[in-house]
């Protein structure tokens, strides 16, 4: 048997460079800390009544498959109701369910029956802008005496005539005014909306049916914590924060830097400088984290937070005070600039969020409902299966909590639009066809191999059937013992049921590697570590997994997950044969 070092030489450096290690094992039991969370897009999981969307009732139906795979709490994408221009992500009421998705009976008895099933419910919580059908927004543009004008951002313009007047914003001028900067929208156009009504232009980061939120009036903040609270008291174990950073624009209104060239809509490049992240953000979360903490039951709040480096992702978690997001997204793992199947990439970034975030909790994120899959953005095309392994083992085994998304588990494909006439998302329909949107990565779930995918009885479902249902499907993949899907339940048990993975602190091995990315799982007291050893090249590598100066003395190894036949016998370090493509999961003893 392995003996440990309690205090190795690797932990007294970290430690003397003032990050706290996290290569020790942690007791802490609280549940968002080992937890698997599933993020569900509604309209794609499950349809009840045949309408050929998904609803709520839906996602009851599968509960026990969801158990089934070892998920701990689902995320569910905005499901209130909504004009749907941003499909749930323009909100019409904070305290309601959608009729397309069902009645706020349903969301309460998909709330209790999810408790039974040993499964939280985390709803997304959209704070940044509302619709402009919300009640609020309506008064807001009513009359700029209206009691809620200024819960939104309004700026009277400036005069089209000025010296400084680019050609761009002349483009939206009203009433001789237009835009006073030159904020874009990420939808396409200026992030500028004229009202003839206020004689005002409102800002918006996104669609321009979705005003900002104006965060600098403590009414609005107010509002948006009484919505919370409305959902708390209904046993919602937290919320994942739509678009956190942007709450905040600059108060001065300065233009954003140029960058040059236009984007996917025809738009001028600006960065996001005045418009993303300011400061003022922390002390509203700072204040959303305690009333959040008053309730029992250690409710959590996800960020989706895109950030240009993990020294700015610490923030986030309050830095060494901890008192802000419990768990920001780390998108830099799966989602950062030049992301791909690369040793040296991920062994940066994880060992990064390992290092750089005051212990504090890593949130690793492959796929969202935002994204080409991570099966199209990390396969080549030829191995893509074996490779979507390689990205599971990562996410299951690293010291983290780990979130996916619907059918990541049974390798479900992104499913582009082909023609401009059949894109649903708003992104895609402005910016095609450079930009052609989200809808790829938000079709149906693939159940069985029968029609629809036994997604809805509808054939006409919202979005078309990925074309591979027949192969690709929970159905089929189950009684595969070789699937990805028996792959996800496979590392998902090892990590509730082995110490080092429930609990084990974390180092890499195989520092400069080019193509293994390895690392040990160290273990509570009478309990093996664990090694992982991850092949991500095209060809076979042998290698040496060397223990030495970890504090673990190593006899011998024993496989407890491989995804090649090999490595199923493989029992020492000394000399590791990883075929292609191909992941090793041992216990040190």
Known sequence: MRSFTTCSFLAVCLLSTGMRSQTQPSSDTTWWKHAVIYEIYPRSFADSNGDGVGDLNGIALHLDYLQRLGVDAIWIAPMYPSPQVDFGYDISDYENVDPHYG???????????????????????????????????????????????????????????????????????????????????????????????????????????????????????????????????????????????????????????????????????????????????????????AMVTKYPGDRVLIGETYLPNTLELDKWYGGAAHNELQLPMDMLVGFGEGAKLSAPYFRRYIGEVEKEIHGSQPLLVFDNHDNARSIDRFGDGVHNVEIAKLIATMLFTARATAMTYYGAEIGMPTTTPTRKEDVRDPIGVTGWPKEKGRDGERTPMQWTPGPQAGF???????????????????????????????????????????????????????????????????????????????????????VTLDLAGTGIDVKSARTLAATDASLMKAGSLKSVALPAYSAWVAAVE
């Not at 006073?180 to 004229?194: D, H, I, K, Q, R």
């Not at 005002?200 to 321009?208: A, I, L, S, V, W």
């Not at 956190?244 to 300065?254: I, M, Q």
């Open 103 to 289: 009645t706020l009976a349903d969301m309460d008895r998909l709330i209790e029956q999810a408790g039974k099933h040993n499964i939280r419910v985390i709803l997304d919580m959209v704070l940044n802008h509302t619709s402009d059908k919300h009640k609020w927004f309506m008064e807001s543009a009513s009359s700029r005496t209206n009691p809620q004008h200024d819960w939104y951002v309004w700026n009277d313009g400036i005069p089209a005539n000025g010296p400084n007047v680019t050609a761009y914003q002349k483009r939206f001028e009203h009433e001789g005014k237009v835009p006073p900067n030159n904020w874009v929208s990420l939808f396409g156009g200026s992030a500028w909306e004229w009202v003839p009504a206020v004689h005002q232009f409102y800002y918006h980061d996104f669609y321009k049916q979705q005003p900002d939120l104006n965060w600098r009036n403590p009414a609005v903040e107010k509002a948006c914590f009484d919505a919370m609270r409305f959902w708390l008291d209904r046993g919602v174990a937290g919320f994942r924060l739509d678009a956190v950073p942007t709450l905040f624009e600059d108060p001065k209104l300065r233009d954003n830097p140029v960058l040059g060239g236009l984007n996917a809509q025809g738009d001028p490049r600006v960065s996001d400088l005045y418009t993303n992240n300011l400061p003022e953000v922390h002390d509203v979360i700072r204040r959303m984290r």
């Open 456 to 542: 809805s009885t509808n054939p006409h479902t919202w979005l078309p059937i990925a074309p591979d249902w027949k192969t690709v499907n929970v159905e089929t993949e189950t009684a595969d013992p070789h699937s990805l899907l028996n792959w996800y339940k496979q590392l998902i048990e090892l990590r509730r049921s082995n110490p080092a993975l429930h609990d084990g602190g974390m180092m890499m091995l195989l520092k400069d590697d080019a193509d293994v990315l390895a690392y040990v799982r160290t273990a509570p007291q009478g309990s093996a570590p664990v090694i992982v050893a991850i092949n991500m090249s095209s060809g076979p590598k042998t």
